[in-house]
């Protein structure tokens, strides 16, 4: 273990224990409004490709992930019942063409009953007797078992326990403030090689190695993404060759611990001074929508308030004429910037319940005309978020204006020039505080650089 990952487990020794309380609180309400006695979270099932003997990189249910820090465990289960220990079946088999899972290890392991089985018999010999008090939450098909149980992620219980997940423990903030400090260094990483003339494969293995992830460790798939390529919003080639002329990099990536993520995107420009500096504005507009962040913003009108900061960014940068009102109207501002401000963050990149209003699970849609905005509630405190507005050459939604009055209120001669840089986009990771809000990725960056300074 090394000295920083002592010192990570050492904080969140102290943190843990009050995480798990709050999730026996969930879950004794979730139970309640089933009419349940017993919850049983499944890690999930390892599946293999189609007509192959060849298993997919193993995905944990996030639920099972909530409660433990155990990422690639498949076959094991969470028991809990109301006012008892909670109890992990830890799935160890007996098994020569692997590395077997070790035995479960950490500050963690005290919150438990921990009963290790080798079969699944046994696996499901831990299971509650009567399985109709049971409710089972986790991915069940034709070929899962349900182990009995009826009812399977039953809509109230699931309601319950994602409304809640929107806001986070203690422990998982200092989990997610982790997650941010890996990606800042390997979005570091990253700028070092685009300046050194690598290409998107190269630059993307040197971001891996910093992190300390393997493509199947991170949270999602790095956009890396140099020239036209950033204006591809979900970029996943990677050309082994550097382009022959380099103008710009985008890169949208980020990395985990103990389950939760980071998600980052920066911009570069790589000579060329009007792109640099358009990156600045972009930056300034980006962080000015952070400082509006607090408790009780609805994040739909900070959404639209964006595409007026954008508005108003156009015209400052020659792109466009005409007031904000106007852009907006003819569509302009969605031409540039099609997707939405951000989404909940935390265990899962786009985490769960971002349009739910209520425990209950009423759903409020995003504004008529931005149909991509994952996040609808109004803010509370120690809610995880992202804030990454963006500005692109789409042509395929930038040539819809043509014909229309929006067309008359682009400087094509701007877009032409900005054409071959793909488009800007700036995200960080913020968490929503009693009176405003902490950016863990700006912090992230500070202490990075603060920690590398003579």
């Given at each position: 273990m090394t000295a920083d990952n002592a010192d990570h487990d050492s904080a969140l020794e102290k943190l843990y224990p009050r995480h798990i309380e709050t999730l026996c609180a969930r879950h004794d309400h979730a139970l309640e409004q089933a009419g349940a006695r017993h919850v049983v979270i499944f890690s999930g099932m390892p599946k293999t490709a189609f007509f192959d003997d060849a298993h997919y990189p193993f995905v944990a249910n996030p639920h099972f992930l909530s409660w433990v820090p155990l990422t690639n465990v498949p076959l094991s289960l969470i028991l809990y019942t109301p006012g008892e220990t909670p109890i992990l079946v830890y799935y160890q088999p007996r098994d020569y063409w692997h590395v077997v899972p070790g035995e479960p290890a950490g500050y963690w392991t005290r919150e438990f009953e921990i009963r290790v089985v080798h079969t699944l018999e046994a696996l499901i010999a831990n299971l509650p007797q009567?399985?109709?008090?049971?409710?089972?939450?986790?991915?069940?098909?034709?070929?899962?078992?349900?182990?009995?149980?009826?009812?399977?992620?039953?809509?109230?219980?699931?309601?319950?326990?994602?409304?809640a997940r929107g806001i986070k423990t203690d422990y998982e903030i200092a989990c997610l403030r982790v997650a941010a400090q890996r990606g800042a260094r390997g979005h570091a990483a990253a700028e070092a090689a685009f300046r050194n003339g690598a290409s998107e494969f190269d630059i993307h293995c040197a971001y891996?190695?910093?992190?300390?992830?393997?493509?199947?460790?991170?949270?999602?798939?790095?956009?890396?993404?140099?020239?036209?390529?950033?204006?591809?919003?979900?970029?996943?080639?990677?050309?082994?060759?550097?382009?022959?002329?380099?103008?710009?990099?985008?890169?949208?990536?980020?990395?985990?611990?103990?389950?939760?993520?980071?998600?980052?995107?920066?911009?570069?420009?790589?000579?060329?001074?009007?792109?640099?500096?358009?990156?600045?504005?972009?930056?300034?507009?980006?962080?000015?929508?952070?400082?509006?962040?607090?408790?009780?913003?609805?994040?739909?009108?900070?959404?639209?308030?964006?595409?007026?900061?954008?508005?108003?960014?156009?015209?400052?940068?020659?792109?466009?004429?005409?007031?904000?009102?106007?852009?907006?109207?003819?569509?302009?501002?969605?031409?540039?910037?099609?997707?939405?401000?951000?989404?909940?963050?935390?265990?899962?990149?786009?985490?769960?319940?971002?349009?739910?209003?209520?425990?209950?699970?009423?759903?409020?849609?995003?504004?008529?005309?931005?149909?991509?905005?994952?996040?609808?509630?109004?803010?509370?405190?120690?809610?995880?978020?992202?804030?990454?507005?963006?500005?692109?050459?789409?042509?395929?939604?930038?040539?819809?204006l043509r014909g229309t009055?929006?067309?008359?209120?682009?400087?094509?001669?701007?877009?032409?020039?900005l054409r071959p840089f793909g488009g800007i986009r700036i995200e960080d990771d913020v968490c929503v505080t009693a009176f405003g809000c902490e950016n863990l990725t700006r912090d992230a960056f500070t202490a990075m650089d603060q920690h590398v300074a003579p």
């Open positions: 009567h399985r109709e008090q049971c409710i089972l939450i986790g991915e069940i098909d034709a070929d899962t078992p349900a182990f009995g149980i009826e009812r399977v992620n039953p809509g109230k219980a699931i309601n319950e326990l994602h409304f891996c190695q910093a992190v300390g992830h393997t493509d199947n460790e991170l949270p999602y798939e790095n956009i890396i993404a140099l020239n036209e390529h950033g204006a591809v919003l979900h970029y996943s080639g990677r050309d082994r060759e550097p382009p022959r002329d380099t103008h710009s990099f985008l890169i949208d990536a980020g990395a985990r611990f103990n389950g939760y993520a980071s998600d980052i995107t920066r911009t570069y420009a790589y000579r060329d001074t009007r792109f640099a500096e358009l990156i600045i504005h972009m930056d300034r507009m980006q962080q000015e929508i952070v400082s509006m962040i607090q408790p009780g913003v609805n994040y739909s009108e900070l959404h639209l308030q964006s595409h007026h900061l954008l508005a108003e960014l156009l015209v400052e940068t020659g792109f466009a004429v005409g007031s904000p009102a106007t852009l907006i109207a003819t569509d302009v501002t969605t031409a540039f910037f099609p997707h939405g401000l951000g989404h909940l963050l935390g265990i899962q990149v786009h985490d769960v319940a971002g349009h739910m209003i209520d425990a209950a699970g009423t759903i409020l849609d995003p504004p008529s005309g931005h149909p991509f905005l994952r996040l609808t509630r109004t803010l509370t405190e120690n809610m995880v978020l992202t804030i990454e507005p963006g500005l692109y050459v789409i042509d395929m939604l930038l040539e819809n009055p929006g067309e008359h209120h682009v400087n094509w001669d701007s877009v032409d020039w």
